[in-house]
């Protein structure tokens, strides 16, 4: 089993920056890759982007690009989500989410990750 812990969360004025944190824990961990989404009250869960374990590569969502960037520290099992230029759109409750072998599923599908996190909230005010 793993275990995964969001870390991070709070209050930001519009155009701040917040650094999330997602740890991981339990079995020896070496996923495929580890990703991250956000869901907005009454709002599906969206993908914000992911990042290979192994070489590091990563993918956002459009909205996100050029603002968000992800980064991962093999040796404490730990992925960052870095959040710059914050939008009140942004606000969301962010779940990291781990794949742990490749899968035919896009890895914006939710369906492509096995283990998540609780989330963390960030709320952007304007």
């Known amino acids: 089993q793993v275990q995964l812990v969001e870390t991070g969360g709070g209050w930001v004025q519009a155009g701040g920056s917040l650094r999330l944190s997602c740890a991981a824990s339990?079995?020896?961990?070496?996923?495929?890759?580890v990703g991250w989404f956000r869901q907005a009250p009454g709002k599906d869960r969206e993908f914000v982007g992911s990042?290979?374990?192994?070489?590091?590569?990563?993918i956002y969502q459009d909205s996100v690009k050029g603002r968000f960037n992800i980064s991962r520290d093999n040796a404490k099992n730990t992925v960052h989500l870095q959040m710059n230029s914050l939008k009140p759109e942004d606000t969301a409750a962010y779940y990291c989410?781990?794949?742990?072998?490749?899968?035919?599923?896009?890895?914006?599908?939710?369906?492509?990750?096995?283990?998540w996190g609780q989330g963390t909230q960030v709320t952007v005010s304007s």
């Open positions: 989410a781990a794949r742990m072998s490749y899968n035919s599923y896009s890895p914006s599908s939710l369906y492509a990750y096995s283990y």
């Open positions: 339990g079995r020896t961990f070496s996923p495929f890759a």
């Open positions: 990042i290979i374990w192994s070489g590091g590569y990563t």
